[in-house]
């Protein structure tokens, strides 16, 4: 599902160029459940990013179920995210003026769906338990629920691939582990290729597999 080659990103810095990724060769099955591991500044991040189509990288190529990406244009790369990529951000990012179930709706809505997006929003909320907090906006909401209705709204558009940047990174353990379980069944229910990038042990062990970064290198699979 996913494909990189020889993937750069470099980075201006005053009058220095920073190498944020150095080569990276990473190759993602259908339905595997990926974790990222690594310190901070170790690129993690970064790649997760280029994958989405967020950044362009300096060199090399990403694939994403067999269409190479790091030529298409916004308009392109909108489409293909609709069509293809959810993303949880660690920060949430919802829209602080829609209640919960208008945040969920909203992808399927600029996406033009012909599915009733309230009663996919509803079923998803649904899922990660918030059928009760739906029509609450985010800043009645905790944080661990406002990271349930981001995992509800990246399911929303039935993504072929996920990608979770530090998806507990913002939450105490035990509401953490809340999140970690909703977000995998979810996707097992919903069947999308996951990769996650996190800091979290009990997370990555979790994972099919494991890949760590260091200094913008793959150093341990």
Known sequence: MIEVRNLTKELNSGAQRVEI??????????GEVLAVEGPSGSGKSTLLGLIAGFDTPTSGSIKVDGEEITGLDEDQLAILRGRKLGFVFQSYNLIPTLTAEENVMLPLELRGDAIQPGDRARSLLSAVGLETRRLH????LSGGEQQRVALARAFAC????LLADEPTGNLDSVTGGVVLEMLLKLNRSEGATLVIVTHDPSLSRLADRIVRLRDGRIVDE
């Not at 150095?22 to 993602?28: E, K, M, P, S, Y």
């Not at 906006?137 to 009645?140: H, L």
């Not at 039935?158 to 691939?161: L, Q, T, V, Y």
């Open 21 to 30: 990724l150095r080569g990276i060769d990473l190759t993602v099955r259908k």
């Open 158 to 161: 039935s993504p072929s691939i």
């Open 137 to 140: 906006y985010p800043a009645q």
